[in-house]
């Protein structure tokens, strides 16, 4: 047997072991946490995030998600995607639409839909974005995920990101990131049940709501687009064709002039924003002019066409056909979707898209101001 003073130089040894090992685990779990912190610090440091609302122009496949059978909203099936993903992701062209070059620009990864399993990583943003959504509840309810469930949805992320990151850092990320929405064309197709002035005026209420909402929770940069020349779209085109409303090949001016009523109200309405909301900053998009010219001198930029669809049947393939999913079995489309303006009948491809994401990001205020997205992610990521 030890003697006493070995046995207790022996207990002390083991005690001073035994600590050592636990203030190691302790100072290994605490640089864990802290490499954690410092992670999440460098890319809340070095990127603004990226939020997206809207619909179907935004859309990278949300309404893969919802449950129901009418596909009318959905572009989860052939040739959707098909010039970039070699197959369908939701998006409603053939590749890529504006948020993804935006990404691509800024330096953030491509964005997944919201409602997709498992996508929790929230740092970047998100896209609510949902193919037939409006700014009104009522339409197309329970197909979509209109307006204020996006912005619901959007809530849910920032409690999360205060939780995760704590108040002030998730309050330092919501405050330069970049809202990005298009919303309100479906609001006016699908309703019909009231004057057009009452359902603007519905229409720019609710989505001036919804930007207070964000603005509370901390946004101060969106990006608005106006509404495009839907009266002048192959879907419109082929009703007119097929119904002999009007001479073929014309637009709808009732819808020419209630889309341009529409855009100098939502104009008006952002500029009265910026004086009442302290620090609220804005981009708006000319789509309408800056996708008409297209329309009407499609060589101009490279495209073949800039009346018919790429994807669809009838007159302009302007029926809403394309994959053989919404009715109509039948429908052609076309080797090389960018030679077309638009993919399908009613929205573009996607060398429209890169196009059109090109000047939103650095267009003059002739096209896009009083601000454009480049001068938003610089400021942000100058910041820091």
């Known amino acids: 047997m030890a003697p006493p003073a070995t046995r207790f130089q022996l207990c002390t040894l083991l005690l001073l072991i035994s600590s050592t090992t636990v203030l190691c685990q302790s100072i290994s779990s605490i640089k864990t946490k802290l490499g954690e912190k410092e992670r999440i610090c460098s890319i809340i440091n070095h990127k603004a995030a990226l939020f997206v609302f809207g619909d179907s122009l935004y859309d990278p496949g949300n309404n893969n998600y919802i449950s129901t059978t009418n596909t009318s909203f959905q572009a989860n099936f052939w040739p959707y995607g098909k010039s970039y993903f070699s197959e369908p992701t939701g998006r409603f062209t053939d590749g890529r639409i504006i948020p993804d070059f935006i990404c691509e620009y800024t330096g953030l990864l491509l964005i997944p839909p919201y409602l997709q399993p498992g996508y929790h ?3 970047y943003g998100a896209n609510f974005a949902s193919g037939g959504a409006g700014a009104l509840d009522e339409t197309s309810p329970g197909l979509v995920v209109n307006l204020n469930t996006q912005l619901n949805q959007f809530k849910n992320i920032a409690d999360q990101l205060k939780q995760r990151l704590g108040d002030e850092e998730a309050s330092a990320l919501l405050y330069k990131s970049v809202y ?44 608005f687009v106006t509404m495009p020349p839907f009266g002048c779209m192959p879907s419109i085109k082929a009703q007119i064709a097929e119904n002999k409303t009007t001479r073929e090949g014309f637009c709808r001016e009732d819808l020419t002039a209630l889309v341009q009523e529409h855009n100098k109200a939502v104009s008006d309405n952002l500029e009265k924003l910026e004086k009442h909301l302290k620090g609220f900053m804005y981009s708006f998009f000319d789509f309408y002019n800056t996708f008409k ?27 809403n056909s394309c994959g053989g999913m919404r009715g109509i079995r039948e429908y052609e489309v076309c080797k090389n979707a960018s030679e077309y303006l638009f993919f399908d009948s009613a929205h573009p491809s996607e060398a429209a898209n890169q196009q059109l994401a090109t000047l939103m990001w650095e267009g003059n205020s002739s096209v896009t101001g009083p601000n454009n997205l480049k001068s938003f992610f610089e400021s942000s990521n100058e910041s820091t």
């Not at 609001?187 to 209420?205: A, V």
């Open 293 to 319: 010219d297209r329309m009407v001198n499609p060589s101009k930029y490279g495209f073949k066409t800039g009346d018919s669809a790429c994807c669809g049947s009838g007159p302009y393939r302007g029926l």
């Open 121 to 123: 990583q929230y740092l």
């Open 180 to 223: 990005m929405i298009s919303i309100g064309i479906n609001d006016y197709l699908s309703t019909s049940k009231r004057d057009s002035e009452q359902l603007r005026s519905m229409i720019i209420g609710n989505l001036t709501s919804v930007l207070k909402a964000i603005y509370k929770t901390g946004g101060r940069k969106f990006s």
